[in-house]
């Protein structure tokens, strides 16, 4: 059973348009993320929700809007796209808070990649 | 601002070797670091972790080693295999406005020849 499920794999869209990323983890875990990594491999994160609260919020453009509507999910919603949204995006989950005695660990799914032409 | 580094971006070395992969970090803050593994069209797996209370950690063929003084961390990668291939992270738990915040440095490539 795939822990951290994101849908779609691929995403070729046309700069202006809407389009939605999916998020899904089976884990039972409290908090959720979603990464940007560029085409240099650099990977930052955009957003953490801790069971449907959002809990960070890194200077990412009001074009980008989480939404959780459970704690095992956290979908990504992008308007009016531009060529630098172009990147895989990388959703990921974890058990809890560090501060809550929690391993930190993150577990990732496979990646969304988005083609912005 | 604070970020995590990474000295060397690509490393090449032959099977059987020995790795190690350098990560240098800002935040003296920091308590909790993890190295991650990601291979080509997959996201990052989690390898090793270690807590700031601890210098050194083992895994099976994998070490990693902090150092607090210079704010310095390593991965040891002993007999390395050819599906060690990868690009590698190491992470930080930064906790500037009380949430944990996992802050990945840049990454660095790992190519085995056989």
């Known amino acids: 059973d795939t822990a951290v499920s994101q849908t779609p794999k691929y995403l070729v869209t046309q700069m202006g348009n809407d389009k939605s990323i999916k998020c899904e983890q089976n884990?039972?875990?409290?908090?959720m993320y979603w990464y940007k990594q560029d085409s240099k491999k650099f990977l930052k994160i955009m957003f953490s929700y801790n069971n449907k609260e959002l809990i960070i919020n890194e200077t990412v453009p009001n074009r980008f809007s989480p939404k959780s509507p459970d704690k095992a999910h956290l979908n990504l919603h992008i308007n009016s796209l531009e060529l630098g949204d172009s990147a895989v995006y990388f959703c990921a989950s974890s058990r809890g808070l560090a501060g809550g005695g929690s391993t930190g660990e993150l577990f990732f799914g496979e990646g969304s990649r988005l083609t912005v032409l | 601002g604070e970020s995590v580094g990474l000295h060397l971006p690509t490393l090449s070395v032959q099977e059987g070797d020995n790795s190690i992969i350098n990560c240098a970090y800002s935040n003296s803050a920091s308590d909790y670091f993890i190295w991650y593994k990601q291979e080509s069209g997959k996201g990052p797996q989690f390898i090793i972790d270690i807590r700031s209370n601890m210098d050194k950690r083992q895994g099976q063929r994998v070490t990693v080693l902090l150092n607090k003084t210079v704010k310095h961390l390593s991965l040891q990668i002993a007999a390395t295999q050819p599906g060690d291939s990868a690009v590698y992270f190491c992470a930080e738990n930064m906790t500037p406005r009380g949430s944990y915040i996992p802050t990945f440095g840049r990454g660095t490539s790992l190519i085995v020849h056989p």
């Open positions: 884990l039972g875990h409290d908090t």
